[in-house]
């Protein structure tokens, strides 16, 4: 249920539709395929912080989104350098595919914003996505990572996205 | 880059980082403690500062080393110094000089909060 909800979070209904039907859930992922959906995430919250440095004016947006880009990128820069140290390609699969459809449509109507109304609408996001991406990793990829390295690495990851959720829970009040 | 001011620690570039943020010219103004002179070593890891509260004197080294993967900084409250950006595995080291006690923060992260406590030469 709360892997559920996660995904429904995250805007990933029909995900989750086209997972019951092929029988797919995050938790029968394998090590590779997880790998994939973090690396699509990081990239997703990179995408976002770009924008937000493109329209916004906020000092502390700002500063905010340039600490998702140099965190997610240095997450990046570790999972793509113990891939190539276990001679693995990360493998796509059907909740890549669906958080990119669904970052697409967010990033369309994000763009149409301006001023206090996109600040307040990137932040809501950001706490929101932490929030999802954080219960998939914790109890649906943690749990299920065969690699004692790759899950290393998640458990890592998962204290720094920890971390920006409870910058975004800051920066959504500051904004109200 | 920040200038150094009467109250800043004097930075020595350590490791591979060569971005320091004080100038040569600080480092004459160090102050000989009349104690012998401790390395203290602050690690940063898990978006946490450990110990988060140091006690040191003038004289002393301070060494913050970030084992995290994301990067941090080791910054006072009001600016007055700054170790700048640390990645995983980096260090930077300060040389205490009259610097006055006080908290410092990650830059990127400013949840991230510690304590440094001088004592002053008149109490050693």
């Known amino acids: 249920m709360k892997i559920k909800s996660s995904l429904m979070a995250m805007g990933l209904a029909v995900s989750l539709f086209h997972a019951t039907a092929f029988a797919q859930s995050p938790a029968e992922l394998n090590d590779l395929e997880i790998a994939h959906v973090a690396y699509v995430a990081d990239n997703i919250d990179i995408r976002y912080a770009h924008l937000a440095l493109a329209i916004s004016k ?4 700002r500063e905010f989104a340039n600490t ?6 240095a997450v990046n820069e570790q999972a793509l350098a113990l891939l190539k140290k276990l001679n693995a390609q990360p493998q796509d699969n059907f909740l890549s595919k669906s958080l990119q ?6 990033i369309d109507e994000m763009s149409k914003l301006r001023g206090d109304e996109f600040d307040k609408r990137y932040a809501a996001n950001e706490l929101a996505y932490h929030k999802a991406v954080n219960d998939l990793v914790e109890n649906a990829f943690i ?29 959504v009040g500051k904004l109200k | 880059m920040k200038l150094p ?14 971005a320091a943020v004080f100038t040569p010219t600080s480092l004459s103004r160090a102050i ?60 930077k080291s300060v040389t205490v000089s009259e610097i ?3 908290g410092y923060f990650c830059r990127f992260h400013p949840h991230m909060k510690a304590e440094l406590q001088i004592e002053q030469k008149d109490s050693l």
Request: hydrophobic residues 40%; glycine residues 6%.
């Open chain 1, 58 to 61: 906020n000092p502390e947006v």
């Open chain 1, 68 to 73: 998702m880009i140099r965190d997610h990128e």
């Open chain 1, 101 to 106: 459809i669904n970052a697409e449509k967010l």
């Open chain 1, 143 to 171: 749990p299920n990572i065969e690699n004692a390295e790759v899950k290393a690495l998640f458990e890592a990851g998962l204290q720094i996205f920890k971390a920006h959720e409870g910058h975004a829970t800051m920066m």
């Open chain 2, 5 to 18: 001011t009467r109250r800043e620690a004097l930075v020595n570039t350590a490791a591979a980082l060569s």
């Open chain 2, 32 to 91: 000989a403690s009349d104690g012998p002179s401790i390395t203290h070593n602050v690690e940063i890891r898990k978006f946490k500062f450990v110990p988060d509260h140091l006690l040191a004197k003038p004289g002393d080294t301070i060494v913050w080393t970030n084992l995290d993967i994301a990067p941090h900084t080791a910054t006072a409250n009001d600016r007055s110094w700054d170790t700048g950006m640390l990645k995983k595995g980096q260090s």
């Open chain 2, 100 to 102: 006055e006690s006080g």
